[in-house]
């Protein structure tokens, strides 16, 4: 499985593109509208976008979500059950307090939960950050893209009104669970690995 980063706002999230042998392609997370380098990179290289998934409903990880489905409207839209309601309401979303425009998705999506398959990748339940963030892991090449519930030596925050400090502790003991030599793919620092997060984690008293 290939992998590229991108930044497309602000923010500095970090999308990601992945694609297979086949030109297949897994988008996750598109902050913001200026997505072109995304697009470029899709077409230059012949890929076909089939899955755009989102880790959770924060509106620096969906608001180029219309942009990027303009251009590819067969791509399937995920995201978890839970955050579902944050397409179409700018206040769940916080679009309005962390960009000044009130973001609503304006297309079709599929919601999803613990246990499900989006193609390669097995949708992994890790509430706290919000209630619906999910992670998704790659068992065949190890690979985990973990939203903003696992970052490079940090995790994600729990001061939101949706979000729980018990939960997403929870969540990082289930995701330290998965192989050590399993690479993180987190919402905003540079990539880890299980093994290394694990014993930060212990360091600290989580698990």
């Known amino acids: ?96 307090y962390i960009f000044g425009i009130n973001f609503i998705y304006k297309g079709s999506f599929k919601r999803i939960k613990d246990g499900d398959m989006i193609g390669k990748f097995l949708v992994i339940d890790t509430p706290g950050h919000t209630r619906g963030s999910k992670c998704f892991f790659d068992k065949e090449d190890k690979i985990l893209i973990s939203g903003d519930t696992m970052f490079r030596r940090s995790f994600g925050r729990y001061d939101f009104p949706e979000s729980s400090g018990e939960q997403l ?25 299980i093994g290394e997060e694990r014993i930060f984690l212990t360091s600290l008293g989580i698990i």
């Not at 590229?4 to 593109?17: D, I, V």
């Not at 489905?69 to 979303?93: M, Q, R, T, W």
């Open 1 to 96: 499985m290939n992998i590229k980063r991108f930044y497309t706002g602000g923010f500095m999230t970090n999308s990601y593109l992945l694609w297979d042998e086949n030109k297949e392609a897994y988008l996750f997370d598109c902050e913001g509208e200026r997505i072109d380098k995304i697009i470029d990179f899709i077409n230059e290289n012949q890929l076909e976008l089939k899955y755009i998934i989102l880790t959770h409903g924060h509106s620096d990880h969906i608001c180029g979500l219309n942009a990027i489905k303009e251009v590819y409207p067969d791509a399937k839209v995920f995201i978890g059950d839970e955050d579902a309601e944050c397409l179409v309401d700018p206040a769940k979303n916080h679009s309005t």
């Open 169 to 193: 502790f929870n969540s990082l003991r289930r995701l330290c669970k998965l192989p050590s030599e399993t690479v993180v793919y987190s919402g905003h620092t540079e990539s880890t690995t």
